[in-house]
């Protein structure tokens, strides 16, 4: 089976780079700095005119952690259906509760919500907060869910290698894994052949500068040094290493 690679962009502009570079499917988001949050209604609509991979849609109100209120939930569930009709492929969600299991009634609703379009629902890397993960993804197996973004909860999922291949041996002939955070093309071999998954999950981030980031006694920077003055976006380039890297394995 030929791994894909799907590419965490932030913009439509992100969407078309990662799609130069050999991408099988994209991510798209807002804030990445914040972990991803639901990315502009424009940015899809922009993306869908001149990308043909398929797009799943972040929906992600806030920073933070993924316990939702029924208030923030109604929001984005508006959100999530606003994005279907204009054509996402998918919408990538998750939501706990206080004590880190899966917050039924809302991964439920949304599950249902992307599959009555005919679209794909994947839980995110909320996954990796939840208390128990065999109990989590038995859950989102019985409820459907097609796929579910994990760093075998590490931070790094190249450190996670061991959950994230157990994960796949004992549940994925049900549920998609997705192995994603600090992939790059110098692990992604090793992430394949270790883990036995089939899909990877790298942002390929790379940096442009905006030298109106730090004022005479301000700052809007949100990156650590050297990057004070820069904002992130798809590297074409990377993408291309990364797809090249995975390119021979099966």
């Given at each position: 089976?030929?791994?894909?690679?799907?590419?965490?962009c932030g913009?439509?502009?992100?969407?078309?780079?990662?799609q130069?570079?050999?991408a099988?499917?994209?991510?798209?988001?807002?804030?990445?700095?914040?972990?991803?949050?639901?990315?502009?209604l424009?940015?899809?609509?922009?993306a869908k005119?001149?990308?043909?991979?398929?797009?799943?849609t972040?929906?992600?109100?806030?920073?933070?952690?993924f316990?939702?209120?029924?208030?923030?939930?109604?929001?984005?569930?508006?959100?999530?259906e606003?994005?279907?009709?204009?054509?996402?492929?998918g919408?990538?969600?998750?939501a706990?509760?206080?004590?880190?299991?899966l917050?039924?009634?809302?991964t439920?609703a949304?599950?249902?919500?992307?599959?009555?379009?005919?679209?794909?629902?994947?839980?995110?890397?909320?996954?990796d907060?939840?208390?128990?993960?065999?109990t989590a993804?038995?859950?989102l197996?019985?409820?459907?869910?097609?796929?579910?973004?994990?760093?075998?909860?590490e931070?790094?999922?190249?450190h996670?290698?061991e959950t994230?291949?157990?994960?796949?041996?004992?549940?994925?002939?049900?549920?998609e894994?997705?192995?994603?955070?600090?992939?790059?093309?110098s692990?992604?071999r090793?992430?394949l052949?270790?883990?036995g998954v089939?899909?990877?999950?790298s942002?390929?981030?790379?940096?442009?500068?905006?030298?109106t980031?730090?004022g005479?006694h301000?700052?809007?920077?949100?990156?650590?040094a050297?990057?004070e003055?820069?904002y992130?976006v798809v590297?074409?380039?990377?993408?291309?290493?990364?797809?090249?890297?995975?390119g021979?394995c099966?």
């Open positions: 089976m030929k791994p894909k690679i799907e590419i965490c913009s439509a502009q992100d969407c078309q780079a990662a130069r570079g050999g099988d499917r994209i991510e798209l988001n807002s804030a990445l700095a914040l972990g991803g949050l639901t990315p502009t424009a940015n899809l609509i922009e005119k001149t990308v043909t991979l398929p797009i799943i972040m929906v992600r109100s806030r920073g933070a952690g316990c939702m209120t029924d208030a923030e939930f109604e929001i984005l569930f508006a959100d999530a606003l994005l279907l009709k204009h054509g996402a492929d919408l990538a969600f998750g706990l509760n206080a004590d880190h299991t917050n039924a009634a809302q439920r949304m599950i249902e919500l992307a599959h009555r379009y005919g679209r794909e629902f994947v839980f995110h890397r909320a996954f907060c939840a208390a128990d993960f065999d993804i038995s859950q197996i019985d409820w459907k869910a097609d796929r579910v973004l994990t760093s075998g909860g931070a790094k999922a190249e996670g290698i994230l291949a157990r994960l796949q041996r004992k549940y994925g002939g049900h549920i894994i997705l192995a994603g955070s600090g992939v790059n093309a692990n992604a090793l992430l052949e270790q883990t089939h899909q990877l999950h942002s390929c981030k790379d940096w442009l500068t905006d030298p980031t730090i005479h301000v700052t809007y920077a949100f990156a650590p050297p990057h003055l820069d992130d590297s074409e380039q990377k993408v291309r290493e990364l797809t090249a890297a995975v021979t099966a």
